[in-house]
Nanobody, 126 residues
Framework: QVQLVESGGGLVQAGDSLSLSCAAS????????MGWFRQAPGKEREFVAA????????LYTDSVKGRFTISKDNSKNTLILQMNSLKPEDTAVYYC???????????????????WGQGTQVTVSS
């Protein structure tokens, strides 16, 4: 089983950039379709971005298209979420997740993901 640990969150101002990392251990990120989700205070967890197993296909929620980029760094066994032009509404705890090993495609559904990190806080001030 893969274990996931997020890092890179913090407090930034609107318009700034942040890069979130999700370090994998136990298995390689190249073997999984993966995704990023977020949960704001008082709200349900929502889909942010996903990448398929071979890294050739990505999917984004509309609110982050053109601002966020999901990628895998296989050399570092890490999933990355590059976030640019951050907005206060991006404030949330961000979670990375991995699908079961036999599922190669992207998914926006959190129940399609079997392994989750502990989350990292992103706060964007106006």
């Amino acid at each position: 089983q893969v274990q996931l640990v997020e890092s890179g969150g913090g407090l930034v101002q609107a318009g700034d950039s942040l890069s979130l990392s999700c370090a994998a251990s136990g298995r390689t990120v190249s073997g999984y379709a993966m995704g990023w989700f977020r949960q704001a205070p008082g709200k349900e967890r929502e889909f942010v971005a996903a990448i398929n197993r071979n890294g050739g296909s990505t999917l984004y929620t509309d609110s982050v298209k053109g601002r966020f980029t999901i990628s895998k760094d296989n050399s570092k066994n890490t999933l990355i979420l590059q976030m640019n032009s951050l907005k206060p509404e991006d404030t949330a705890v961000y979670y990375c997740a991995a699908r079961v090993v036999w599922s190669s495609g992207t998914s926006i559904r959190d129940y399609d993901y079997s392994r989750w990190g502990q989350g990292t806080q992103v706060t964007v001030s106006s």
